[in-house]
């Protein structure tokens, strides 16, 4: 039976429950080098290639189409996980090599380079904002908690592949994305509508 995904949006988030998964550490330099600004990759927005990358694994455990790399949650996808949002979404984002530890074949960084300001506070399930009351005035006017993410569809105009402004962690594909990484059947990511 085929999905109706015309028009939908999910959030693509790692599968903390897929048995023996692996954990990756912060992608680093070849020597060992950390890098300067992790949060570059996660930003949604276009970043200068980051040049030859490796990932060291936190927990060493079965390869995963999906996943993210350390504290900065940055995407890595396998071959065919790329290979989708090449194809498919060229225009939103940029691929760049790395080397995972003790993986010969290829993986890449992922990083979503539109940021689309498309969060629909009042479907959420909660959407604050942090307040200079917060203590946080580098902060003020972004998203301090977002559960139950829904979004404006409105507002995307012709994004497939984006993040939500003001709210980094979403990593938003559209409905024809989700069906053809799923008929490639990645392992390690899931997806919520929003």
Not at 107 to 136: F, Q
């Amino acid at each position: 039976m085929h999905e109706d995904v015309n028009g939908r949006f999910f959030n693509l988030q790692i599968d903390a429950y897929v048995p023996g998964r692996w954990y990756m550490s912060e992608p680093t330099m070849p020597d060992g080098q950390e890098i300067d600004d992790i949060w570059q990759f996660t930003r949604g927005e276009r970043i200068a290639p980051p040049g030859h990358l490796c990932v060291p694994l936190l927990r060493p455990g079965n390869p995963l189409d999906f996943t993210t790399a350390g504290f900065g949650s940055t995407p890595i996808l396998s071959e065919r996980a790329a290979a989708v949002f090449r194809e498919m979404a060229s225009q939103d984002i940029q691929l760049f090599p790395v080397e995972v530890e003790g993986q010969a074949q290829p993986y890449h960084l992922l990083v979503v380079a539109r940021t689309v300001r498309c969060i629909d506070d009042s479907a959420c399930e909660d959407a604050r904002l942090y307040t200079p009351a917060d203590g946080r005035p580098d902060r003020v006017g972004e998203y301090r908690v977002v559960s139950g993410l829904r979004i404006d569809k409105s507002k995307v105009g012709d994004a497939r592949v984006f993040k939500t402004w003001g709210w980094p962690p979403a990593l938003i594909v559209d409905g024809e994305i989700k069906a053809a990484l799923e008929q490639t059947g990645i392992v390690g990511g899931y997806f919520e509508e929003v």
